[in-house]
C-alpha cells in the first residue's frame, strides 16, 4: 500500500535541495568517531520514544505519580549519562544514557497527554433530549452521516458527568445537516464508545478517550436547529471549508466531485460506502484521505512552480542579482502546506502530514537534504511528543515505514538512474517507488485489517501520477482562479483525474483475486517486525562493518522470528460479544456462528481477523450449532455450550446451569446456588458488561477488561 511516504515520488524529488558541505576536522581531533556518533543519534530518538510510548500503553494499569516519577528519575540518569565524557570507554554508557531519556520523555508525554484529553466519558444508556454546538459532520461504515457536538446539554445530568464530545448517526434519507457552529437540539439515544470486538482486538473505547469523545449514538427524529451558528469564532474556518466542499461536489458532481472535495477539504461526508469499498480493495483508500502523499504533492508543486518562476525572472528582468530561489520556494512550500492544513480543517493525520512537509522544506532552508532519515526522525518526534497515541495507529505505522524505505532506496536509485534512458527514467522510478512503498506497508495493513489487495501496485502506478500531475496541482489553480470566476477548467480536469481514480478502483477490485484475507497475528507480531526492520535499517549504516553485519543479522532475525510467529498465529477457538447477543465458535470449515443476524459489527470483526471471507449468514449456516433460534446448543471440545437470548433466558439458564456447561445469555440472571463454583460457567448480561468481550483460547478465558488493564478508557 503506497502510503504518505509517496512523498518521496516524483513531486518530492525536486525538494531535494542541497546537501551542506562536511565541516573540516577540527586539528588533533581523531578520525575514528564513537559508537554513538556512528549509530546517528537522531534517527534512534523516535524509536526510543516510541519504546516509552509503547511501554506506557502496555502498562496493566494507569500509571500514576509514582510510575512517572520513576520515569522522571530514569530521564535525570540517562541526561548524566548522555553528557559523559569521561573518555572514548564512555561512548556506550552517552549512548544508552541518549536511549533512557527518549524512553523517559515518551512515557511522560503520553502521560500529559492522556492528562490533558480526559473528559467524562457516559456510564449509561441514555434516551432523551439531546442539545449541542454542532462542530463535525462525516459519515459512518454504515453509510450514514454522523454529528459531532460539543458544548453538550442532556436531560436531567450535572455538567460534571456530560460528555465533552458526543457523536450522533442520522437516519437514512436525512435533509442536510445545518452548517457547523449551528446549536441543534434533537431526541436520540446516547451509551458508552463500545468495547473491542474480542480482547486484544482494536479499542474503539481508546481512540474515543483521546478525541474527548465520551458517548455515541443515533437519532431517528428530525435535528433542529436551536440557535444558528455565530458569524467568527473557531468554527468560521469549518463553514468555509463545508461550503467550499458543497461547491466543489455540486461542480464536479456524483462521487468524483465528492472524492474531489475530500481531498482538498477533508470533507468526506459525501463519499459512499461502496466507494470507500472498491478503493480498500483495489488499495486507494489512502489517496481518498489527506495524507504526506497529498500535502506533499501539492508543495512540491508549488516548490517546483515558485523555483521555476523565481530563476525565470531573475533571468528575464533581474540580470546579476541572484535570489536563493531554492529557498524562497520552500518557503513558498511551507505557506501552501500551511494554508491546505487551514482548508482541510486540520486532524490529527492532516497535522501528521504538514509536519513532514514543514521538515523538510525546513530543511531546505537549513541547506541539508530534505529527504533524509535525520529529517523523518524529527518530523515523528514532534508528532509523538504532540499525540503519542498517534504510534498505535495504522496510517502513522504505514506512513513512516514507508517513507523510511524509500529514503533508504533513494540512494542506489541515483546511482542506477543515469544508466536508463531519460526517458524511462520517469516510469522505472514510479514503479520501484510504488513497489518498496508496497512492500513496506503491506505486513502492517494486513495486521491491522486482516487484508492483502493483490493489485494494489498496478493501482497506484495507474493513480499516483495522475493523483501529482492532475488532481492536486488543479486544486490551488482553482483556488487562485475562483474569485475570478475561472475556477470551471481547473475543476473539469480534476474530475477527470478523480473519474480516471474511481474507474481503475472499480477495475481492480472487479478483478478476480483482487482481495484475500489473513488472520490476525498476535499481539507481540507487529512490533517484533518493527523492531527488527529498526535494527537492520539504523545499524546497517555503521562504518564498522562487524557491528554492522552482526546488527544487521539480528534485525534480520527478528523479522523472521516476527513471520514464523504471525504464521503459527491460531484464533480463539470461542468468542463471546460483549452484549451477549453473539458466539462463535471455531471449527474445522470456519467460525460457525449462533446467529444468522445480531450483532453484525461484531462477528464481521471476528470473521474478519479470522481471514475469513465469509458473511455472517454463511457463518451461521456452517456445521455446528443446533437448537431452536434463542437455545442454541454447541460441543467446544468436551464442553457443552449453550447460546440463550431473549426474554425467559435467565429461567432457562437456572434450569441448564450444571458443571461441565457453558451458558450465555443476552439477559441478566440473578445470582443464585446455580452460579456458585462447581455450577456452570454463567456468562449473562451483567457480568458481559463488566468483563466485556470474552475469548477462549487453549482453554483459557480472557475478557477483554483482562486485555485493556484498568485504563480510564476501560470502563
Known amino acids: 500500500m503506497a502510503s504518505d511516504a509517496a512523498l518521496s515520488g516524483p513531486s518530492a524529488a525536486g525538494m531535494a535541495g542541497t546537501r551542506r558541505a562536511p565541516a573540516a576536522r577540527a586539528p588533533g581531533r581523531r578520525a575514528t568517531t564513537g559508537i554513538a556518533e556512528r549509530a546517528g543519534l537522531m534517527p534512534w530518538a523516535p524509536v526510543w520514544l516510541s519504546l516509552?510510548?509503547?511501554?506506557w500503553f502496555g502498562l496493566p494499569a494507569q500509571p500514576g505519580i509514582l510510575e512517572n516519577?520513576?520515569?522522571?528519575?530514569?530521564?535525570?540518569?540517562?541526561?548524566?549519562?548522555?553528557?559523559?565524557?569521561?573518555?572514548h570507554q564512555s561512548e556506550l554508557l552517552r549512548l544508552a544514557g541518549f536511549g533512557l531519556v527518549f524512553i523517559a520523555l515518551g512515557f511522560g508525554a503520553s502521560s500529559i497527554r492522556a492528562a490533558r484529553v480526559a473528559a467524562p466519558v457516559l456510564e449509561f444508556r441514555y434516551y432523551g433530549p439531546i442539545e449541542g454546538r454542532l462542530i463535525e459532520i462525516d459519515r459512518s461504515a454504515r453509510d450514514r452521516v454522523r454529528l459531532t457536538l460539543d458544548q453538550v446539554r442532556l436531560d436531567r445530568m450535572s455538567?460534571?458527568?456530560?460528555?465533552?464530545?458526543?457523536?450522533?448517526?442520522?437516519?437514512?434519507?436525512?435533509?442536510?445537516?445545518?452548517?457547523?457552529?449551528?446549536?441543534?437540539?434533537l431526541t436520540g439515544h446516547l451509551g458508552p464508545p463500545p468495547g473491542p470486538a474480542e480482547p486484544g482486538g482494536f479499542d474503539f473505547r481508546r481512540a474515543a478517550w483521546f478525541e474527548s469523545l465520551g458517548a455515541i449514538g443515533y437519532t431517528r427524529a428530525p435535528v433542529m436547529v436551536a440557535a444558528p451558528a455565530k458569524p467568527g469564532g473557531a468554527l468560521q474556518m469549518h463553514r468555509m471549508r463545508m461550503r467550499v466542499s458543497a461547491a466543489m461536489q455540486d461542480r464536479i458532481g456524483g462521487q468524483a466531485g465528492a472524492v474531489a472535495s475530500a481531498l482538498m477539504t477533508g470533507d468526506r461526508s459525501g463519499i459512499s460506502e461502496a466507494t470507500n469499498q472498491l478503493m480498500r480493495d483495489s488499495n486507494l483508500f489512502h489517496i481518498i484521505s489527506i495524507s504526506g502523499l497529498h500535502m506533499g504533492m501539492l508543495a512540491g508543486f508549488v516548490y517546483a512552480a515558485l523555483r521555476l518562476l523565481i530563476v525565470a525572472a531573475q533571468a528575464i528582468t533581474m540580470r546579476g542579482l541572484l535570489l536563493p530561489a531554492h529557498k524562497l520556494a520552500a518557503i513558498g512550500g511551507i505557506l501552501a502546506a500551511a494554508a491546505y492544513l487551514w482548508l482541510s480543517g486540520g486532524g490529527v493525520a492532516t497535522e501528521r502530514a504538514f509536519l513532514m512537509v514543514a521538515v523538510m522544506m525546513g530543511a531546505i532552508l537549513a541547506d541539508r537534504r530534505a529527504l533524509s532519515l535525520r529529517t523523518v526522525a524529527l518530523a515523528a518526534l514532534a508528532i509523538l511528543l504532540l499525540a503519542p497515541e498517534a504510534l498505535l495507529t495504522p496510517g502513522f505505522q504505514m506512513s513512516f515505514a514507508a517513507t523510511v524505505a524509500l529514503i533508504v532506496i533513494y540512494p542506489r536509485w541515483q546511482g542506477y538512474a543515469p544508466r536508463l534512458p531519460w526517458l524511462l527514467r520517469?516510469?522505472?522510478?514510479?514503479?520501484?517507488?510504488?513497489?518498496?512503498?508496497?512492500?513496506?506497508?503491506?505486513?502492517?495493513?494486513?495486521?491491522?485489517?486482516?487484508?492483502?489487495?493483490?493489485?494494489?501496485?498496478?493501482?497506484?502506478?495507474?493513480v499516483v501520477p495522475v493523483t501529482g500531475a492532475?488532481?492536486?496541482?488543479?486544486?490551488?489553480?482553482?483556488?487562485?482562479?475562483?474569485?475570478?470566476?475561472?475556477?470551471?477548467?481547473?475543476?473539469?480536469l480534476m474530475g477527470l483525474g478523480t473519474r480516471w481514480m474511481l474507474a481503475v478502483g472499480e477495475w481492480i477490485a472487479g478483478l478476480?483475486?483482487?482481495?484475500?484475507?489473513?488472520?490476525?497475528?498476535?499481539?507481540?507480531?507487529?512490533?517484533?517486525?518493527?523492531?527488527?526492520?529498526?535494527?537492520?535499517?539504523?545499524?546497517?549504516?555503521?562504518?564498522?562493518?562487524?557491528?554492522?553485519?552482526?546488527?544487521?543479522?539480528a534485525?534480520?532475525?527478528?523479522?523472521?522470528?516476527?513471520?514464523?510467529?504471525?504464521?503459527?498465529?491460531?484464533?480463539?477457538?470461542?468468542?463471546?460479544?460483549?452484549?451477549g447477543d453473539a458466539v462463535g465458535v471455531m471449527t474445522a470449515q470456519g467460525r460457525v456462528l449462533s446467529k444468522a443476524k445480531g450483532g453484525s459489527f461484531t462477528t464481521g470483526e471476528w470473521l474478519e481477523k479470522d481471514g475469513d471471507t465469509a458473511s455472517q449468514a454463511q457463518a451461521a449456516a456452517r456445521p455446528g450449532w443446533t437448537g431452536p433460534v434463542k437455545q442454541r446448543v454447541i460441543r467446544v471440545g468436551d464442553t457443552q455450550l449453550l447460546h440463550l437470548t431473549g426474554k425467559g433466558s435467565d429461567l432457562v439458564a437456572r434450569k441448564m446451569c450444571r458443571p461441565g456447561v457453558i451458558v450465555v445469555t443476552n439477559q441478566p440472571v440473578e445470582a443464585d446456588e446455580t452460579t456458585r463454583p462447581g455450577g456452570c460457567i454463567l456468562l449473562d448480561a451483567l457480568s458481559?458488561?463488566?468483563?466485556g468481550a470474552v475469548a477462549m483460547h487453549r482453554g483459557t478465558f480472557r475478557s477483554a477488561r483482562d486485555a485493556t488493564g484498568k485504563r480510564p478508557w476501560s470502563y
Open 69 to 87: 516519577t520513576i520515569a522522571l528519575t530514569i530521564a535525570a540518569a540517562g541526561l548524566l549519562l548522555w553528557y559523559w565524557r569521561a573518555g
Open 688 to 691: 458481559l458488561r463488566q468483563s
Open 512 to 553: 478476480s483475486g483482487a482481495v484475500s484475507f489473513v488472520p490476525q497475528p498476535a499481539s507481540w507480531v507487529l512490533p517484533t517486525l518493527g523492531a527488527g526492520a529498526v535494527i537492520a535499517l539504523l545499524c546497517a549504516r555503521s562504518s564498522v562493518s562487524i557491528f554492522r553485519n552482526l546488527r544487521f543479522l
Open 159 to 185: 455538567p460534571a458527568r456530560i460528555p465533552r464530545k458526543v457523536r450522533v448517526s442520522l437516519p437514512d434519507g436525512a435533509p442536510d445537516a445545518p452548517p457547523p457552529g449551528t446549536r441543534v437540539m
Open 555 to 579: 534485525g534480520a532475525a527478528l523479522i523472521l522470528l516476527g513471520f514464523a510467529g504471525w504464521a503459527t498465529t491460531t484464533r480463539p477457538e470461542l468468542l463471546i460479544s460483549q452484549a
Open 426 to 462: 520517469p516510469v522505472v522510478m514510479l514503479v520501484l517507488s510504488s513497489l518498496i512503498a508496497g512492500l513496506a506497508t503491506t505486513p502492517i495493513a494486513a495486521a491491522h485489517f486482516s487484508r492483502l489487495a493483490h493489485y494494489g501496485v498496478l493501482a497506484n502506478l495507474l
Open 470 to 492: 492532475l488532481i492536486m496541482p488543479m486544486g490551488p489553480v482553482a483556488a487562485l482562479l475562483a474569485p475570478f470566476g475561472l475556477a470551471a477548467p481547473a475543476l473539469w
Open 52 to 55: 516509552g510510548i509503547g511501554l
